[in-house]
């Protein structure tokens, strides 16, 4: 099936860790992007990628880092700089269709927690 | 930056009642889209919508792009238990630019259909 893969699903922080959450997409898409999900909140946008080994700050990339070394993968790094890293992170996708909009498609979320 | 407005906050309807959600932008978007999210997982697009004035529908849903670019509704007819969750609308400016692909999201819509 084609589609968006996040893993893990839950992921545990310690304080002072880096953590890195997955993002696997077989769409075919140039782009990729991640998003920061807080109760009661829109989705926030942390970092964008158009093309591969190209990537862009979102509003929120403070304490987050990313890299686009192949077109499929788009992994974001929680960075102990992150202060307050418990939300749900959220991963999408689009076809880079030049000067036509395509909607973005979302994965299955992880959620962060901090021990 | 651009903030959108998304009313009501919460919704509890009966089943079988109709409802009607709306998002206001203090400036304009090129593409609407509206998405639903169930607890835990990621959100699935509904509905999108690429010109002013379209009148889209997806089954029980149909959605509108205002004329003046800087508004959206989302009306659900008939609506059943399964249409529990949130609703997010999301602008979108376009491809141009260092906005290319990024979608602004409102706060979203808690949908609660009792039987």
């Known amino acids: 099936d084609g589609g968006i893969t996040q893993s893990p699903k839950y992921l545990f922080r310690k304080e002072g860790q880096n953590v890195t959450l997955s993002c696997e997409q077989n769409?075919?898409?140039?782009?990729m992007y991640w998003y920061r999900q807080d109760p009661g909140q829109g989705l926030r946008l942390i970092y964008y990628?158009?093309?591969?080994?190209?990537?862009q700050k979102g509003d929120i990339a403070e304490g987050y880092s990313v890299s686009r070394e192949k077109k499929e993968s788009f992994p974001l790094t929680v960075t102990s700089a992150q202060k307050n890293p418990t939300a749900f992170y959220l991963c999408?996708?689009?076809?880079?269709?030049?000067?036509?909009?395509?909607?973005?498609?979302f994965g299955d979320g992880t959620r962060l927690s901090i021990l | 930056g651009q903030q959108l407005n998304q009313s009501p906050q919460s919704m509890f309807i009966q089943e079988g009642e109709d409802v009607s959600m709306n998002c206001t932008s203090s400036?304009?978007?090129?593409?609407w889209l509206w998405y639903k999210q169930d607890p835990g997982e990621g959100p699935v697009l509904l509905i999108a919508?690429?010109?002013?004035?379209e009148l889209t529908s997806n089954g029980r849903l149909t959605a509108q792009f205002g004329i003046t670019r800087k508004d959206s509704f989302l009306n659900i007819s008939a609506s059943i238990p399964s249409d529990v969750g949130i609703y997010f609308c999301?602008?979108?400016?376009?491809?141009?630019?260092?906005?290319?692909?990024?979608?602004?999201f409102g706060q979203g819509t808690i949908l609660t259909v009792h039987p």
């Open positions: 990628s158009q093309i591969v080994n190209d990537f």
């Open positions: 999408a996708s689009s076809i880079d269709s030049g000067g036509l909009d395509q909607p973005q498609h």
């Open positions: 769409l075919n898409h140039d782009a």
């Open positions: 400036s304009i978007f090129n593409t």
């Open positions: 919508l690429y010109k002013a004035g």
């Open positions: 999301a602008g979108q400016l376009g491809a141009g630019g260092t906005s290319y692909g990024k979608l602004t």
